[in-house]
């Protein structure tokens, strides 16, 4: 009621008093001709003279309005848009097809019509989202503008009020900010005790001048601070944009460096890791010291730059130095040792789809826990493949291992306090068996040989993480080495010396001085060469299978071959792996590639003979491993999708 009484109110204000004098005249007339009658003619002459004469008055005042609004909307249209060529803000109406309705003075001068289109035609695609939006755009000569965009609504049409706001000197102001950034780096000398063994004192100082020298030399090219810490140790202070710089010719340090081994005749390589993102000095210190464990556990060579949550690595061409050092073997011994005494129960979990180094590695660990009467279960899939349960049942066979292997809801309800975990080749928490066991232990040790990736378990009391090492199973066998009083059965050493083999591929690959040490070691305690060989038999269907893989493979630039498997058989990971071996055999492959699909995860087995790094590869698709051998797993992918990933990493690989 309210609503409808303001109303009325409203019309009868937009008349003139005079048109209400002329109604109140017609209401007294027809009141007086019924009081006072006349003749009827004359009363209806009388009321309609004056219902004209109102009338009349009503079209001219309503003229006359509609005639001062045109003239006022006029002057108030000059005045605005005599106002907005005064603003010093470039300013155009453009319609929703990016055509220019109309520009300001400002925009005239500045704003070629092409650019005003795009900008307007960018914030069109956005307006869906936010009917008032904002983009930043470059003219082209360097000039920056945030074009920002108001929504026009007309009774027959749309436009857009697009507002350029000069962000040039903001920009520029930035982006120095940005590249002066103090980066903090540390660089590490790749094997300096080992690689000056055997010389004199005047060699070693030749060596040492000439490596400091290119060092400082690259550092002062490149505008930085550098400072020794050790005598295989720097750290280096620099600005963002030689950082940058640095990326786009992928470190050559790494080659400046290698080329004064070709001058020394040895083995020099340097590590590098590097970071600036973050906040503060101490957290950038500390992302640098991190970056450059990974390099070092990558197994060196290398560059690493952290940026925000991610890892960008640079160089890793080389297959790893082994240490012919044993210090560490022992010390790690020494550490397990005391850690398993100190627990009340040890667990041992390896990767998800174990394979025969993985349980290699854990049934030495059960040996350690037994010989020190500690109770001990190894966490495994519900299911494994042919080879990894033949390996099991082999060690079943010795008293005290037919309750040592458990599925993980055989021992999730367990007490954990005071327990031990030991995660076995691998160092990723996503690719253990369950990743939820490793959040119940306050004490994990890791112990892998894989190149360290982006993700690690970084919460261990003990990481025995050796690169250059060929397997799991031969850290483990050098910590069997350093355990005192230990006595090895034939099936336990012979389970161990499978791992061997098994990653070494008949000790053809990654194999150095100290795996042959503790092959010769394990065979102390009577193993059986054909007994192991049994391990490995396949049967017809599974031969069958591994020969149509290679059948099928096709080869990229003739020295790629890439295979994919539709076949849902239930060793599939192993004849993959087994047939990207065989893809090797190949004359002028340089490394293979297979595929194939178990559950819902497509898993790709990568096998090089050193020339090409497959870890590299498959690292881009959220894989890793070693230089020779590497693997990736991809959750919810067709295997044509994976196929097409790995393809694109390929070319990008080969294009470096």
């Known amino acids: 009621m309210g609503k409808n009484k303001g109303k009325g109110v409203n019309f009868f204000k937009s008349f003139s008093s005079r048109i209400v004098i002329i109604a109140l005249l017609i209401i007294c007339a027809a009141f007086v001709s019924i009081i006072v009658p006349l003749s009827l003619y004359v009363d209806i002459i009388l009321i309609l003279l004056l219902c004209i004469i109102a009338i009349f008055m009503c079209v001219k005042e309503l003229r006359d309005k509609k005639y001062k609004l045109n003239e006022l909307s006029k002057n108030v249209d000059s005045i605005f848009k005599d106002s907005l060529d005064l603003i010093e803000i470039p300013m155009a109406i453009v319609g929703m097809q990016g055509n220019i309705i109309w520009k300001n003075n400002t925009a005239e001068h500045l704003l070629p019509d092409e650019y005003i289109e795009k900008a307007a035609l960018k914030l069109e695609s956005l307006k869906k989202k936010s009917p008032n939006s904002s983009i930043l755009e470059e003219l082209g000569n360097g000039d920056i503008y945030n074009a920002i965009c108001n929504q026009i609504k007309f009774e027959d049409f749309d436009c857009m009020l697009v507002s350029f706001i000069d962000k040039t000197y903001e920009s520029s102001l930035k982006q120095s900010l940005e590249d002066t950034r103090v980066a903090i780096g540390f660089l590490f000398v790749d094997n300096y005790d080992e690689t000056m063994q055997g010389l004199d004192e005047i060699q070693k100082a030749e060596v040492s001048s000439v490596l400091t020298k290119e060092i400082r030399s690259w550092a002062r090219e490149n505008k930085g601070v550098l400072a020794r810490l050790d005598k295989d140790k720097y750290a280096i202070f620099i600005e963002k944009k030689y950082v940058d710089k640095m990326e786009e010719t992928s470190f050559d340090i790494l080659e400046r460096v290698r080329n004064v081994t070709k001058i020394t005749k040895l083995p020099i390589t340097v590590s590098l890791g590097v970071s600036y993102n973050e906040d503060t000095l101490e957290d950038r210190y500390n992302a640098g010291s991190s970056a450059l464990d990974i390099a070092l556990g990558r197994g060196g060579d290398q560059a690493v730059v952290k940026k925000d949550k991610k890892y960008d690595f640079f160089g890793g061409s080389n297959l790893g130095l082994e240490k012919t050092s044993k210090v560490k073997a022992r010390t790690m011994a020494q550490a ?205 269907d599974t031969y069958v299978a591994k020969v149509d893989i290679v059948k099928n ?75 020779t051998f590497a693997g990736a797993q991809i959750a919810g992918v067709t295997l044509d999708e994976a196929k097409s990933r790995l393809l694109d990493s390929i070319e990008n690989y080969l294009a470096q």
């Open 336 to 540: 397990i040792r005391e850690l398993i005494e100190k627990s009340e129960k040890v667990y041992v979990v390896g990767h998800r789809n174990s394979d025969i180094d993985c349980v290699g590695a854990a049934i030495g660990i059960c040996k350690i826990a037994k010989y020190l009467d500690k109770p001990v279960n190894v966490v495994i899939d519900a299911k494994c493949n042919a080879s990894t349960q033949a390996v099991i049942d082999k060690i079943k066979n010795d008293e005290g291992y037919d309750d040592v292997f458990k599925t993980y809801p055989d021992v999730k309800n367990d007490d954990f306090t005071n327990a031990l975990l030991v995660v076995v080749d691998t160092h990723k928490k996503s690719y253990l068996v369950e990743p939820e066991l490793l959040d119940k232990f306050e004490k994990v040790v890791v112990i892998d040989h894989h190149r360290r990736g982006p993700e690690f378990i970084d919460n261990a009391v003990l990481t025995y993480h050796e690169i250059y090492a060929s397997s799991a199973s031969e850290l483990v066998a050098e910590v069997l080495m350093y355990t005192d009083g230990i006595d090895i059965s034939s099936n336990e050493a012979e389970c161990i010396y499978a791992g061997l083999v098994v990653d070494t591929k008949n000790f053809m690959f990654k194999t150095g001085v100290r795996t042959f040490e503790v092959a010769a070691y394990l065979k102390k305690f009577g193993i059986d060469v054909a007994e192991v060989k049994l391990l490995f038999q396949n049967n017809f």
């Open 553 to 627: 493979a096709e080869f990229i630039h003739d020295k790629i071959a890439i295979s994919v498997s539709h076949t849902t058989h239930k060793d599939m990971p192993i004849i993959a792996a087994q047939a990207a071996d065989e893809l090797l055999s190949i004359s002028g492959i340089q490394a293979s590639f297979v595929l194939c699909k178990v559950d819902d995860v497509v898993m790709i087995s990568g096998r090089s003979m050193g020339d090409i790094n497959v870890q590299t590869i498959l690292e881009k698709i959220g894989g890793g491993g070693h230089l």
